[in-house]
């Protein structure tokens, strides 16, 4: 959720800000803004819109100087306007903030800002705290923002500059930030693509850590000035990782990267032989009766996915849950229970609250999660690393498919080492997912089929998307998919559940997507099908390869490649991944940034 940057060094601010932020503008992308220190002044440029529009106005008005700080927004607190854009600047222009996040308290300190003179010229929360900052400052800017922070509570990632100060003075509380470390320059920004161009050392900074950025060094501490010592991490991702690598959109090559992301997230795991996985967790899921899930969005569908996952495979009841409900209806939680937290960022507020709220009741925790070094995985007893790498299209894709893969990594270590997974059930499935790199592969030679089936419906008002047992997430997964990026309203039921209501909505306008992959409820699923039929719906049928049948009932149908019947959400996902896709582009849609998104939402 919004994009920072900040840089003091030997080279052009702006270039790095610019070149950073291009690579957040995944977190937000309404505005944009920067503050560079030019001739012993800060001089800010903000501008609402996308970041080009800031990049063509430092065009016209060059920025020349080696420290700034820069934004990119999405908006919680005022409309994405140019004075709602950040950075934030006191009167005399001698302060300039940078806020992520959401400052609870924002309205009284206004007042009380307000009462003592201060001028506000946006309508954000954020700019209380460079007043604030202001007010607070005597020559010492750490200790000012100190001050500050302890009279204003919520989310932030703050960071600060001073016009006669060489050095960014950084903290955050929820919102995540991370210091990149390089020679004679250093960095600080929301997440770790800005830095890579620079460097692969980073700092992640944990909840209540400030930190003050200079040229020469980085020096941590509490939010009550207490030095702290933070690991240096080397991130693996690469810069080509982050990169479009020829594909028009990140979506699209995220897409096609995912056999190579299975191979990541099963890699070394998988001992068919054997009938294990080998996951090196600490946690022993003997002493664990239950299983509760909490994830937002696209990882809520792949908890949906695990919950039928660990209860065929090791017969163990779990509970899903999207998180933002999970965490405030008193969850029955004791020390027996396991709490996974899914998540790609690993910043999702809510997944990560929800996580907390099973914590504070005794529960064992478990992270699935992408983001190395993110906030849940600092909370968690254990974390599970999908290794999905970088995910730059705000759509999440190759991030859901690593988490199914993971959850059947978890369930497959669950019912072995609780022994209600036979050995040779373990094998036969551990022999399937080995396959998957190469099934998701030629799934994906589908596209310019699927590609003519968007063309054929892409004036739809509505799209309805129909699946069963472990196909109903997948059913939904679809339809938030086409919603994110093409804005058609799409709707997903399990199958059997459209007989009780969402019938009445089938008529000869409605594409109707049905996921009719073999399995034992196929014959159920086929009956689904012909009841849309009969009232003049219009059928895509996702199905196995070598289904002669379908056809009869289905007006289009895509094929998936066969695979155990638990394992096909991860085949079938690929084709309605495509479909939004394609549907997006037919529509001319901004694909990779759709309207009022963002990648990583921190805040409630
Ligand atoms: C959908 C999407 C979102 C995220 C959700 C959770 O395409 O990307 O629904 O899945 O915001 O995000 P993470 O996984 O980062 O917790």
């Known amino acids: 959720m919004c994009g920072i940057v900040g840089y003091v060094g030997f080279r052009e601010a702006t270039d790095v800000l610019l070149e950073g932020l291009r690579r957040l503008e995944y977190r937000g992308y309404d505005s944009a803004g920067v503050a560079v220190k030019v001739n012993g002044h800060l001089e800010v440029i903000k501008k609402a819109g996308k970041l080009q529009v800031l990049a063509d106005e430092l065009k016209a008005h060059p920025l020349s100087g080696k420290f700034g700080v820069g934004h990119t ?227 809520y569908y792949a908890a949906w996915v695990g919950k039928y996952l660990i209860e065929s495979l090791a017969r163990i009841p779990v509970e899903v849950e999207v998180a933002s409900e999970y965490r405030y209806r008193d969850p029955v939680v004791d020390s027996k229970t396991l709490a996974i937290a899914i998540s790609q960022s690993g910043e999702t507020i809510d997944t990560l609250e929800g996580l907390r709220e099973a914590k504070r009741k005794g529960a064992g925790t478990l992270g699935v999660i992408n983001a190395k070094g993110s906030s849940i995985t600092r909370e968690v007893d254990d974390t599970l690393y999908i290794h999905a790498g970088p995910e730059i299209g705000v759509a999440s894709t190759k991030a859901y498919m690593a988490m199914l893969a993971a959850m059947g990594l978890v369930a497959v270590w669950m019912g072995r080492s609780k022994g209600t997974l036979k050995p040779e059930v373990a094998q036969e499935f551990l022999g399937e997912m080995r396959k998957l790199p190469r099934l998701v592969e030629e799934g994906l030679e589908a596209r310019a089929h699927i590609a003519k089936i968007a063309e054929k419906y892409h004036q739809a008002q509505d799209y309805l998307f129909l699946g069963r047992h472990i196909q109903a997430p997948t059913a939904y997964e679809g339809a938030l998919k086409l919603k994110e990026i093409s804005y058609i309203h799409a709707e997903a039921y399990p199958a059997g559940e459209m007989k009780h209501g969402p019938i009445a909505l089938i008529d000869e306008r409605l594409p109707v997507v049905v996921l009719a992959t073999e399995s034992p409820f196929y014959e159920k699923t086929i009956s689904n099908i012909q009841e849309v039929r009969a009232r003049g719906g219009r059928v895509i049928a996702v199905a196995t390869k070598g289904d002669n049948e379908v056809k009869r009932f289905a007006q289009d149908v895509i094929y998936v490649p066969k695979t155990h019947h638990l394992l096909a959400p991860v085949v079938s996902v690929v084709p309605l991944q495509l479909l939004a896709y394609e549907t997006a582009v037919f529509l001319g849609r901004d694909v990779d940034q759709p309207r009022n998104l963002a990648k990583s939402v921190t805040v409630e």
């Open 73 to 299: 927004r999405w908006a919680t607190h005022g409309a994405p306007t140019d004075p709602n854009a950040h950075p934030h600047m006191t009167e005399q222009g001698d302060i300039a903030v940078i806020h992520n996040g959401i400052i609870e308290n924002y309205l009284p300190l206004k007042e009380g800002l307000i009462a003592r003179g201060h001028i506000f010229t946006s309508e954000t929360d954020s700019e209380v705290l460079a007043h604030l900052i202001e007010e607070k400052y005597q020559g010492n800017l750490a200790e000012a923002v100190r001050m500050a922070l302890s009279e204003a509570y919520g989310a932030y990632a703050l960071v600060v500059a001073h016009k006669d100060k060489e050095e960014i003075v950084v903290a955050r509380t929820v919102s995540p930030l991370v210091i990149g470390l390089g020679g004679g320059e250093n960095f600080v920004a929301s997440d770790v693509p800005a830095l890579l161009p620079y460097t692969r050392k980073v700092i992640f900074l944990h909840d209540g850590d400030m930190a003050v950025i200079t040229r020469e060094g980085v020096t941590v501490s509490d939010l009550a000035g207490n030095p702290v010592e933070r690991e240096v991490v080397t991130v693996e991702w690469d810069l080509e990782a982050a990169e479009k690598s020829g594909y028009p959109h990140y979506m699209l090559k995220e897409i096609y990267e995912q056999p190579r992301v299975l191979e990541n997230t099963l890699g070394g795991r998988l001992h068919q032989e054997e009938a294990t996985v080998e996951l090196n967790l600490k946690l022993d899921p003997r002493q664990y009766h239950k299983v509760h899930i909490v994830a937002c969005g696209t990882a």
